[in-house]
């Protein structure tokens, strides 16, 4: 780590930013984290003075969806500052040297092991045949991410595939693709970022906390950080005042449709999904999946494209919608249904004492938060 | 003689490999291989072909929006769907934003370290740098001394601390960077400005789209966005003055920074313009149509096919039954033998493994090296993308690509054989985007007409319903990605998909060889491609880059079974 690294006084300088500027930027990730509001102070002092962190972002399979998330970082010239943060020592979609001078990039990190480094993992890791089915440099992903995630200060896995197999792993999951917990099991500081892609937002906020607390955020069984995947969709919905009305979208682009009325019947898994999408939106908050029209598919469910597929088709077994207490019992249903095969992984003891037992939003829901199984 | 290995090949999507044979200095053989494979349509085999979009674009999330279009297209094509006006110019704002963003990512973020030396623009004169800015683009308003000044210090201050991130382990100083110092900086300062402008102008994405990448709005039979003057809640007066204001700053962008970039780079490394040819032929698709009769001719970007460089006759006509694919050389093998070529409607299923053990140092490249499957058109290997594109609108006589093909080579002081090049895949793209960026504000405003005069239809229901489908169905969906020709088949039964697969851009270009022995675009290509030090081959990143390789697109596997169905026709 330099000592003479540049300060943030003057990188803000540089990009014409000001002060003000900056410690709103704070207030934004304080209230993204959920935390108290004096600590947009703290999370202001730790971005000013701290280090810059190496990271490693690995991709596996994966469509680079994730990466592309990443450069569309909201609140653009500010969140820059956070990632200047970071010195992102390997990225194989933007670094500039390939081939063996790429691997030396790596193998510097892993070699500097008085230096704690951060891993990213995008995109899932084939198992089935000695993991032939994705290899980086003659090696198999499933030995990169062995090599590399257990030598990490703590690895974020990000998007459905890095956190459960996403679409690779869906019925049938011919390389039988994996997620970074089943691919590298037990380690200790894991963060899975589910959602097709993750919210660069979170992201964001995750790696803020992490530079701010040396620690990770609380997070639930699963791993995901509570303050991103501990509300239902649905109790945030801008639309949910249609949904207890009982007004619903009855065909695509009728005036229902276009008034913006709920699109439960029209498929959506907003009951059922938990996120902060509604609160956080997309593209700098320009807009989100229910806001444009479609329903939610519930890409940061548990295994999604097995268990919140068909896209269009409601959710069973719901009787007497319209009704305000109906919305939670969707949300339990739904991911009863879900949890029916579970299989809990064993999550490092050291998240789970972090862990929260229960959202402490509005004591109205009790997200499942279960590994499942396709069934 | 020595063979060189680049794996990974980075600043593409995916995992690219390449071996390259090296005698005196030259390239003089090259392999192209795949090294990941997921498995897509088997996956979606047996669901609901309404939901094969929503997985399907999820091959790629660079190309985020494209196999959903194609997915889409082919459903509706099965189907006989006819998709509203409104759904037509959505899908083309969509589509051509997507060309403008991913183009400019492709040129500033992926493509230009291949030409630009960072480290030299810590030393070129900010003062200089402002005039050399004003002189290769007059109205483009971050010019000053300043403002270079700036962007040289925060690159100093980001080198200062020893932590140079993805920048580490570059080529830098390498003898085949020719710009001068100021001009690294003026590419170094567009680097910056390119990656903040590329989040502006998605948005337009996700106010149609909810978010980017992988948008949400899709659906067979138009899309999923309201049109309504009069709701918060749809596209309205408010969304489409943003759209515009977003659309404008693209243009601008593309016709201020990109263009005058492009040329001025180019101006260095003309030697470029004789390398990287490749195998000479050409394939486009055609796409953005501008009417709703799904003929070839309504299509702004003209479907043709052109042969052996010959663009002094209009394209030849695209007929899909001459596609096939060979496995000879990929890890896959056909029942009937790996060295015939199946058209993709009677192709096979079956992966097979059998590469070196991991960890290994080189691939078997006599046997198969490679999870691409090899196209052919009419037996032939096809080069895709935006030069294809270009070239075939040229040689169709539509003149606005004309216009921008001869001014650019005015500009260079070349002649059009200057095009089958590295230097011409490169700015053949370029060319592309201004096209394009000059097309999106005329749709956005036809959206707008269209809403105004109350034709506020966004999709056609009529076969929403399943229950309203032929026990069996087949059809396949045409779209130009970015990176080229990409099509997907779909056959539909008992309302589910029997069958599904993708023949992508990067699979034509990336292709390994067929079984007569015939290289792939990328391949020929490398072929005489001068390598100055074999441990830096930043000359072969160049010709491969000017290809713009998207990996996870182009591996997947064809599952077709069964006799062929009588099927409707429709263009798109």
Redesign the interface.
């Known amino acids: 780590m330099?000592v003479?690294?540049?300060s943030l006084e003057?990188?803000l300088a540089?990009?014409g930013i000001s002060r003000r500027q900056f410690l709103k930027f704070c207030g934004v990730l304080t209230a993204t984290l959920a935390l108290p509001e004096g600590y947009a102070q703290k999370i202001a002092h730790a971005l000013e003075t701290g280090p810059?962190l190496?990271v490693v972002w690995l991709?596996?399979?994966?469509?680079?969806?994730?990466?592309?998330?990443f450069?569309?970082?909201?609140t653009?010239?500010v969140a820059e500052i956070v990632l200047?943060q970071i010195?992102?020592?390997?990225?194989?979609?933007?670094?500039?040297?390939?081939?063996?001078?790429?691997e030396?990039?790596l193998d510097?990190v892993l070699a500097n092991t008085g230096q704690p480094f951060l891993a990213i993992v995008e995109g899932?890791i084939?198992t089935k045949?000695?993991?032939?089915?994705?290899?980086?440099?003659?090696?198999?992903a499933l030995?990169i991410a062995e090599n590399v995630c257990r030598k990490a200060a703590a690895t974020i896995a990000v998007g459905a595939c890095a956190w459960d197999g996403?679409?690779?792993g869906?019925?049938?999951n011919?390389?039988g693709?994996v997620g970074v917990k089943t691919a590298v099991p037990g380690l200790k500081s894991l963060v899975n970022m589910p959602g097709?892609?993750m919210n660069v937002t979170n992201l964001t906020a995750v790696l803020a906390h992490f530079l701010t607390f040396k620690d990770l955020p609380a997070l639930d069984q699963e791993g995901r950080p509570l303050f991103a995947y501990g509300q239902l969709i649905h109790n945030n919905c801008e639309r949910r005042g249609h949904f207890d009305a009982g007004r619903f979208v009855e065909?695509?682009?009728d005036e229902s449709?276009?008034?913006?009325y709920c699109l439960y019947k029209m498929g959506c898994k907003g009951p059922q999904t938990y996120s902060n999408c509604p609160a956080v939106g997309?593209?700098?908050g320009?807009?989100?999946?229910?806001?444009?029209?479609?329903g939610c598919?519930g890409c940061m469910s548990p295994h999604f494209?097995d268990n919140t597929?068909?896209?269009?088709?409601r959710l069973p077994h719901i009787e007497g919608f319209g009704v305000e207490a109906t919305a939670d019992k969707v949300g339990m249903t739904a991911l009863g249904v879900v949890a029916a095969g579970v299989v809990v992984h064993g999550v490092a003891s050291a998240i789970r004492a972090k862990s929260s037992p229960q959202a402490t939003h509005d004591g109205s829901e009790v997200p499942v938060h279960t590994t499942t199984k396709k069934g | 003689m020595a063979k060189i290995v680049i794996d990974p090949v980075t600043r593409i999507e995916g995992h690219l490999r390449l071996e390259v044979q090296v005698e005196n200095g030259r390239v003089t053989d090259a392999w192209s291989s795949s090294t990941m494979f997921r498995g897509m349509e088997l996956v979606l085999k047996g669901r609901d072909p309404r939901d094969a979009w929503v997985f399907a674009q999820r091959i790629c999330g660079v190309c985020t929006t494209v196999h959903a279009l194609a997915s889409v297209r082919a459903v509706e094509n099965a189907l006989g769907i006819v998709i509203p006006d409104n759904a037509r110019l959505i899908r083309n704002i969509i589509e051509c934003t997507q060309y403008i963003q991913d183009h400019v990512i492709h040129f500033y973020h992926l493509h230009a370290l291949d030409w630009v030396d960072i480290v030299s623009a810590l030393s070129a004169d900010p003062a200089a740098t402002a005039e050399l800015q004003k002189a290769v683009s007059p109205t483009w308003a971050k010019a000053s001394p300043a403002y270079f000044k700036a962007v040289q210090d925060r690159v100093k201050t980001f080198a200062g601390g020893g932590q140079l991130g993805p920048f580490n382990n570059g080529y830098w100083g390498h003898p085949a960077y020719k710009l001068p110092p100021e001009a690294n900086l003026m590419a170094v300062a567009h680097y910056l400005e390119a990656l903040d402008w590329q989040r502006e102008i998605i948005k337009i994405h996700a106010i149609l789209g909810a978010k980017n990448p992988h948008l949400q709005t899709y659906l067979v039979g138009g899309m999923a966005i309201p049109v309504d003057p009069n709701t918060q809640k749809a596209i309205n007066d408010s969304r489409i003055g943003r759209m515009r204001e977003l659309a404008k700053s693209a243009l601008e962008f593309v016709q201020q920074v990109y263009i005058p970039d492009l040329l001025a780079v180019a101006g260095f490394y003309k030697d470029w313009a004789a390398i990287g040819g490749g195998v000479g032929n050409f394939l486009a698709y055609g796409d953005y149509p501008q009417s709703n009769d799904g003929s070839v001719e309504s299509l702004l970007l003209p479907r043709g096919v052109i042969l052996n460089k010959d663009i002094s006759k209009a394209p030849g006509v695209v007929s899909q039954e001459k596609v096939s694919e060979y496995v000879t050389h990929s890890w896959y093998t056909y029942a009937g033998g790996d060295e015939a070529a199946l058209h993709p409607f009677q192709g096979e299923t079956a992966p097979k493994y059998t590469g070196p053990q991991p960890p290994f140092d080189f691939l078997n490249t006599d046997a198969k090296y490679s999870w691409l499957k090899t196209p052919r058109y009419d037996g032939q290997p096809m080069e895709v993308g935006p030069l294809a594109r270009m070239l075939v609108a040229y040689a169709a006589g539509k003149q606005r690509p004309k216009e921008l093909v001869g001014l650019a080579l005015t500009t260079l002081g070349v002649g059009p054989e200057a095009l089958f090049s590295t230097l011409g895949r490169t700015a053949a793209r370029g060319l592309e985007t201004l096209l394009m960026a000059e097309q999106l504000l005329g749709w956005i405003g036809e959206l707008e007409q269209n809403m105004g005069s109350g034709k506020l239809d966004i999709h056609n229901g009529e076969k929403w319903s399943p229950g309203s489908w032929p026990a069996e169905a087949e059809g396949w969906g045409f779209t130009e990605a970015p990176r080229g020709a990409l099509g997907h088949w779909v056959r539909i039964k008992d309302g589910k998909i029997a069958n599904y697969q993708a023949v992508v851009p990067t699979t034509w270009n990336g292709s390994p060889r067929d079984a007569k022995g015939v290289r792939g675009p990328y391949e020929s290509a490398l072929i005489d491609t001068p390598v100055a030090d074999p441990e830096r081959p930043l000359e072969i990143l160049r010709t491969v880059h000017s290809f713009d390789p998207c990996m996870a697109c182009s591996v997947h596997v064809v599952n077709t079974h069964g006799t062929e169905l009588t099927r409707i026709e429709v263009t798109k």
């Open positions: 330099p003479d690294a540049p003057a990188r540089a990009r810059r190496p991709e596996f399979q994966d469509c680079a969806g994730n990466t592309e998330s450069l569309r970082a909201s653009p010239t200047e010195s992102l020592d390997y990225h194989e979609t933007i670094m500039a040297p390939a081939g063996h001078a790429a030396k990039s510097a899932s084939p045949d000695g993991g032939i089915y994705c290899t980086i440099g003659g090696k198999t030995s996403g679409w690779p869906a019925n049938p011919p390389t693709a097709c892609p065909s695509w682009g449709h276009r008034m913006g997309w593209n700098d320009t807009s989100w999946p229910i806001g444009a029209g479609h598919v494209w597929i068909p896209v269009y088709e």
